[in-house]
């Protein structure tokens, strides 16, 4: 069976400090893998995907994420947070393209 | 880029009537459209993949009779939520997939239904 394991349901980082969001999955093969945004009362919107090819990915925002097989991770950093960062960040995996696993997601809080 | 648009952002209904919620891949054919229902502070979970043209594939657990999943277009799916009880109050996302392969799914903004 697959799954997504997000470590930590709430991170705080001060602004300008680095932003380290963690996910590991579970799966017998290498998945896609994607990290998504969410602001409150609104929809997911994606910051970045792995699919194949080079494993540094880097998304929008100044977000980039890092899939390590050998540690079935795949987590997601920012060098320097920024106030406009909070937010709510879910990661998620997919082995057909359209069926998504997604994680239970963690809490970003930036403190000024 | 590929947009998915969700109506109504918000609706309050009273016990017992019937909700319609709709989504629109606006400028692409989406063959396959996913809806998912999101707990407060909770992650999203599958209730259901429709199909165009088809029945839709409900996750174990979700009641069928309860959430009607209906994809009479290549853009247009509906979920409507029938005779609402308060515990049915949640936010609805709705996502759509415009082929296979890896494709990203685009989201639409999400529907708030609160059953009064």
């Known amino acids: 069976a697959q799954s997504v394991t997000q470590l930590g349901s709430h991170v705080s980082v001060s602004e300008g400090a680095l932003v380290l969001l963690r996910c590991n999955y579970s799966?017998?093969?290498?998945?896609?893998l994607f990290w998504y945004v969410q602001y409150p009362n609104q929809g997911l919107q994606l910051l970045l995907k792995?699919?194949?090819?080079?494993?540094l990915v880097k998304g929008i925002n100044g977000f980039e994420a890092e899939f390590k097989k050998s540690e079935t991770s795949f987590h997601l950093t920012k060098p320097s947070a920024h106030m406009s960062d909070a937010a709510e960040y879910f990661c998620?995996?997919?082995?057909?393209?359209?069926?998504?696993?997604f994680g239970t997601g963690t809490s970003l809080t930036v403190i000024p | 880029g590929a947009v998915v648009s969700q109506h109504p952002s918000w609706v309050i209904c009273k016990s017992g009537t019937s909700v319609k919620i709709e989504c629109r891949s606006l400028?692409?054919?989406?063959?396959?459209m996913f809806w998912y229902r999101q707990f407060p502070k909770q992650s999203l979970m599958l209730m259901a993949t429709?199909?165009?043209?088809?029945?839709?594939?409900?996750e174990q657990g979700v009641e069928k009779d309860k959430f009607l999943i209906n994809h009479a277009s290549l853009t247009l799916s509906t979920l409507t939520v029938t005779s609402a009880h308060p515990e049915d109050s949640s936010f609805y996302i709705c996502?759509?997939?415009?082929?296979?392969?890896?494709?990203?799914?685009?989201f639409g903004a999400g529907s708030r239904l609160t059953v009064l």
């Open positions: 799966s017998s093969v290498p998945p896609y």
């Open positions: 429709s199909n165009e043209g088809s029945k839709a594939t409900y």
């Open positions: 400028d692409f054919q989406a063959t396959t």
């Open positions: 998620a995996v997919s082995f057909t393209g359209n069926q998504f696993y």
């Open positions: 996502s759509a997939s415009s082929g296979s392969g890896a494709n990203v799914l685009t």
């Open positions: 792995y699919t194949t090819g080079a494993t």
